[in-house]
């Protein structure tokens, strides 16, 4: 698989790519009528296909064949992350997750924020960019910005998780990633955590974790807490 692309609209046998994939596809690739094209819909799934019809704007391709993508590890992983003030450094972590592996993503607002707004469609862009790199076929969920308080106090059946720099000796996270249930892990900003943010993620079911002894960035705390699951949960 040299090439991938990605369309959500799977219908009747057919793929059908939005104007900039297909642009791609046939301005930039050159690509034709006949000619093979592996597509995921990022729910899972990749298609063997063969381009079948092409316009200015748009490009159909006949799916030949449907491939389930094994599953990485079975549990779903969840980083909620406070958004950076430089957003490059944010767009950073989201695309090198998107390679590690992860499922859903809820950026933070919290009291010590360097942030208040995201553009979400900027994101997805990328997601869906290091998705096709990474010849994934699993989009990761992108939720819009959203107060930590009530991040916090949303039911949920995950392991919960939340990493700070705190006082007193906390237990490492990768040697708390056991089992099979889902996991979530708040990320604070540059800031950290209010101490009002800890106690209420605390009530609710969180459990403290450490990413080690060093203060990290928060892109580079998000993306260790990443690794981390991918490499060191027991199942």
Not at 85 to 113: N, V, Y
Request: charged letters at 25%; proline letters at 4%; a neutral charge.
């Amino acid at each position: 698989m040299n090439q991938l692309f990605y369309t959500p609209r799977i219908e009747n046998g057919f793929a059908y790519l939005d104007e900039e994939e297909s642009r791609h596809l046939l301005a930039a690739l050159r690509r034709k009528v006949g000619d093979p094209l592996q597509i995921t819909d990022g729910q899972g799934y990749f298609y063997e296909t063969e381009i079948s019809e092409t316009g200015k704007r748009h490009a159909v391709a006949r799916i030949i064949s449907k491939i389930a993508a094994p599953a990485e590890r079975p549990f779903k992983l969840h980083i909620a992350i406070a958004p950076t003030k430089q957003m490059e450094r944010l767009e950073w972590f989201l695309e090198k997750a998107t390679e590690i592996g992860i499922d859903e993503i809820t950026p933070l607002l919290c009291k010590h924020s360097e942030r208040d707004s995201i553009r979400l469609d900027r994101l997805e862009k990328i997601l869906v960019s290091a998705m096709k790199q990474s010849l994934r076929a699993r989009l990761p969920k992108l939720n819009a910005l959203t107060r930590f308080q009530a991040f916090a106090k949303a039911p949920s059946t995950a392991n919960k998780f939340i990493a700070w720099c705190a006082d007193e000796p906390l237990a490492h996270l990768s040697s708390q990633i056991t089992g099979t249930h889902d996991i979530i892990i708040a990320i604070g900003p540059e800031g950290d955590f209010s101490t009002d943010e800890i106690t209420s993620a605390l009530e609710n079911g969180f459990s403290g974790v450490s990413l080690g002894t060093a203060r990290l960035r928060t892109e580079t705390a998000g993306l260790l807490a990443v690794s981390a699951v991918n490499l060191f949960a027991k199942y």
